[in-house]
């Protein structure tokens, strides 16, 4: 999901559907006040926000973003007037990622936050993954599965968080065991399928994104868009 701050509703409504286009969920917002609003709910992949709005303006809107624990590692991509070189400096001196000086037309924009979500994921593989709707924090220990928190217990994290890692591979029950309870479990292989059902039960959407492999083991698929 990204969401645009802009104040000018033609500019916002084209830059939404430019994103959704293009194959992006984005939701926009015309001030800070909405933007914050929604926010407390869900938190978007990233933030095009643009530098002159109503009440509140970008760089201030830049400024919260970054103070708060929460939100300050979302990418955000500063729009600013043609000349606003201040404006420019003052983002990227308070964290934006990146920057479009308007007039811009959709298809930089558009490149601009392929690229940045590009370099923020990579960035971030080493304690964030992302497969499709199912997201997992490591540092954080949480699990979204469409945009619901799931609470699992330590083992099923253990396994989903080795399917995340390696999408597409099929791991055996066998694998999994040694894998996530070590080489000296000496229960049945079972006891994984029971794993894996708890936790399919509770990843409620995205259940079918755990793939059983007849006569092998489970792997993770499914779209990853």
């Known amino acids: ?68 624990a929460d939100t300050k590692s979302i990418p955000v991509i500063m729009a600013t007037a043609k000349g606003a070189e201040y404006d420019r400096i003052s983002g990227l001196d308070l964290g934006a990622d990146d920057y479009l000086v308007k007039p811009f037309g959709m298809m930089e924009m558009g490149a601009r936050v392929k690229a940045v979500l590009r370099r923020t994921h990579s960035e971030q593989d080493e304690t964030f993954l992302q497969y499709g709707k199912l ?16 609470i699992l217990t330590l083992k099923e994290f253990e396994i ?21 309870w070590g080489t000296e479990y000496d229960q049945e292989t079972r006891t994984v399928d029971v794993h894996i059902r708890t936790l399919r039960a509770k990843l409620g959407s995205c259940s079918d994104m755990i793939q059983t492999v007849r006569g092998v083991g489970y792997r993770l698929s499914g779209d990853p868009l």
């Open 1 to 68: 999901m990204i969401y645009v701050v802009e104040d000018d509703a033609e500019i916002r409504e084209m830059e939404v559907y430019t994103l959704k286009s293009t194959g992006f969920e984005a939701e926009g917002f015309e001030d800070g006040s909405a933007f914050f609003d929604r926010l407390k709910k869900n938190k978007p992949e990233l933030i095009l926000l643009d530098v002159m709005l109503p009440k509140q303006d970008g760089i201030s809107i830049l400024k919260e973003l970054r103070r708060d």
């Open 135 to 150: 997201c997992m924090d490591i540092e954080k220990h949480t699990v979204i599965a469409d945009r619901e928190n799931v």
């Open 160 to 180: 989903l968080h080795l399917l995340l890692k390696n999408p597409g591979t099929v791991f055996t029950r066998d694998r999994l065991l040694s894998s996530v």
